[in-house]
């Protein structure tokens, strides 16, 4: 059986893992402070209301919150500033033009934003190609409860609508439940088996960037929040000899995501196809993530391929006794920045440390 502990590890830490760059926090700081001072002035002349800026506050969201980043080369990567605003949703009940307010407000000379249906965004890049993007959802805090602005700038008034949602409550579902260990009382065992789920979220994360390189459509890529989802929901830990082992905690995860999503069915003209189940979110709104990815009996059939792909290489890798073919086998999933181990030499006794 391989293994490829010391693979692994180098691939998660020289390649998957993203580490903090200061010139990120320094954008996602400046369109903050920009955002809280131009926000009230915009609001006054766009509403002839007062507004004032102590009533805005920041939450970061998604997967820099939770730390599940990754620094894949062909893939921008995003960070979520949850932006919530003290507003009466009864009063300005067309969400829309509070996006159109606060794209204005991080606006500047050197910056576009763009209004998605559910969010803001600041796109960064370097020599005509995107590096990263800082996504801005707007919340309107009322009554206690948050609710996420939902429409492009030129969605149809059904299109339109603050949808109640927990932007907190899902961070909290992750880093208390899941994946965070600062400051719970955790045996050693229960903290290196929350670290190896946080690296195959991040494995997963990785292969999709690989996999989905060139979709056709955005809804045909599963979310990376279904993928996080389904990894904490079904995670298999796996230690071999007193060392916890990601090749097999992989298999077993990616097999029993499979085993649970996935099931037999019919499309409207009676062929047998696959159908996934609901990948709904743990907080309001209890969306399904998969919602989009169900439009399409060929989106779901890429999907359903494509890890059935990933784990039968997963399958041989483990299986196999020779260390550079089981590590040819991960390349076929994982890409080319997989290390490949040298001819017939074992591993090295290496072990994870987050």
Known sequence: MARLDKEFKTFYSEEVKYYANKEIRDKKNKLKTDFKSNFPTKFKEYFDDEFKAENIRFIDQGSYAIGTTINHGNKAFDIDVATILDIDVTKYSNPVEIKKIARDSLSSTNRNPIIKEPCITVKYTKEGEEKYHVDFPVYANHNGRLYLARGYEYSSE????????????????????NLQIEGLELSGDEKEQRNQKRRL????????????SNPQSDNEVPPSIALTILVCKYFKYSKIDEKYNDLDSLYKTVNKIIEEIFYDGYDTEWNEIKKIRNCNLPTIPNSDCFSNLKNSDNYVKKFYDKMEYFKNQLEIAVNESNERKAGESICKVFGEKFPLPEEDKANEEDSFAE
């Open 158 to 177: 059904e299109n339109r609508k603050w949808e109640l949602a927990d932007p907190e409550g899902l961070n909290d579902y992750f880093k208390t439940d």
């Open 201 to 212: 979220i991040r494995y997963f994360k990785w292969w999709k960037a690989e996999k989905y």
